[in-house]
């Protein structure tokens, strides 16, 4: 999906956590069926960790959660608990932006798609996410 590339913000419920994402205006978005993301809801699109940026203070209010293969880190905000943004295992070389954390306005499209995290190594195969978090 090509769109002009711009800069988007977000952050979490509480504002602790800020950041700043390079990033389409049309982005391919994913929802994972894995144990985590089925119990959040998350749905992500990913981008270089070049891309991305964190604000100010921000990384004092950050907090990671990891299990099983420990690729994947977690993040969330130690006031509000609200994931905004964490490094996937799919993509460990980038950053998952949560499309509900992005500040209205800046994105004009997202398209959704299904990644099977409970079949992880097939799907990472398949849809070729992998490719997402490069330059």
């Given amino acids: 999906m090509e769109s002009e590339l711009r800069l988007h913000e977000g952050g979490c419920h509480c504002g602790k956590i800020k950041w700043r994402v390079k990033a389409a205006t049309s982005v391919v978005a994913w929802r994972c069926n894995c144990s985590d993301c089925s119990m959040r809801g998350n749905v992500h699109f990913i981008v270089p960790s070049s891309n991305f940026e964190l604000l100010d203070d921000s990384k004092d209010f950050i907090t990671t959660y990891t299990f099983g293969t420990h690729t994947a880190k977690h993040t969330f905000c130690k006031v509000c608990g609200i994931t905004s943004f ?41 849809t070729g996410i992998a490719s997402f978090s490069k330059e």
Wanted: aromatic share 8%.
């Fill in 86 to 126: 964490y490094i996937p295992r799919s993509n460990p070389d980038g950053v998952a932006v949560t499309v509900k954390c992005v500040k209205s306005g800046t994105l004009d499209h997202v398209e959704v798609k299904s990644y099977d995290g409970q079949n992880w190594e097939v799907s990472h195969k398949k």
